[in-house]
T-cell receptor
Framework: GENVEQHPSTLSVQEGDSAVIKCTYS??????FPWYKQELGKGPQLIID?????GEKKDQRIAVTLNKTAKHFSLHITETQPEDSAVYFC??????????????FGRGTQLTVWP | KAGVTQTPRYLIKTRGQQVTLSCSPI?????VSWYQQTPGQGLQFLFE???????NKGNFPGRFSGRQFSNSRSEMNVSTLELGDSALYLC???????????FGEGSRLTVL
């Protein structure tokens, strides 16, 4: 099955700085790559996603890039704010009917933004 | 629009007991997936239901089972609980045609 690795496991930045989280995947059939933010005591919240026919996607301060050849994708958060502090998970899946609903998650990155 | 609702939010059981967790998906969503989250193993896929049929299953023992009703609501059951079953159980719903999943807040199970 798919194997998703995520780095770093912890990341501390000063408010206003940028944060970058990187993930790699193993299955070339994977074509959907979402990112989730999980705050303490809550479920994961989908913040952005990208499909393999796109190399980059941006939503305000958040952007995701995908390199299919190297099988890696990254989350970029600019102008970080204290409320960005949370655990971030990358995930990968193949949007085939036999695998829908099954995401392979990375181990998560604890992001702390210091004021 | 209401999100994914999971009940109960917290529960404590003892080894050997069984537990049933409930999930109400976002209105209009026909797919429900279940995940187990632990500090040691991270987020692991249990199973996915679409239109009352199990469409996909993860690598968990048969003690873990689920079902989906005609209104898309889903339940999962864990029988003969073990200490290692202590976890946050997350339910996610989707329309069922793409990979986009929307998670609930989870049910935190503690097995003593």
């Amino acid at each position: 099955g798919e194997n998703v690795e995520q780095h770093p496991s912890t990341l501390s930045v000063q408010e206003g700085d940028s944060a970058v989280i990187k993930c790699t995947y193993s299955d070339s059939a994977s074509n959907y790559f979402p990112w989730y933010k999980q705050e303490l005591g809550k479920g994961p919240q989908l913040i952005i996603d990208i499909r393999s026919n796109v190399g980059e996607k941006k939503d305000q301060r958040i952007a995701v890039t995908l390199n299919k050849t190297a099988k890696h994708f990254s989350l970029h958060i600019t102008e970080t704010q204290p409320e960005d502090s949370a655990v971030y998970f990358c995930a990968a899946s193949s949007e085939r009917s036999s695998t829908l609903g099954r995401l392979y998650f990375g181990r998560g990155t604890q992001l702390t933004v210091w004021p | 629009k209401a999100g994914v609702t999971q009940t109960p939010r917290y529960l404590i059981k003892t080894r050997g007991q069984q537990v049933t967790l409930s999930c109400s998906p976002i209105s209009g969503h026909r797919s429900v997936s279940w995940y187990q989250q632990t500090p040691g193993q991270g987020l692991q896929f249990l199973f996915e239901y679409f239109s009352e049929t199990q469409r996909n299953k993860g690598n968990f023992p048969g003690r873990f089972s689920g079902r989906q009703f005609s209104n898309s609501r889903s339940e999962m059951n864990v029988s003969t609980l073990e200490l290692g079953d202590s976890a946050l159980y997350l339910c996610a719903s989707s329309f069922g045609q793409t990979g986009e999943l929307f998670f609930g807040e989870g049910s935190r199970l503690t097995v003593l």
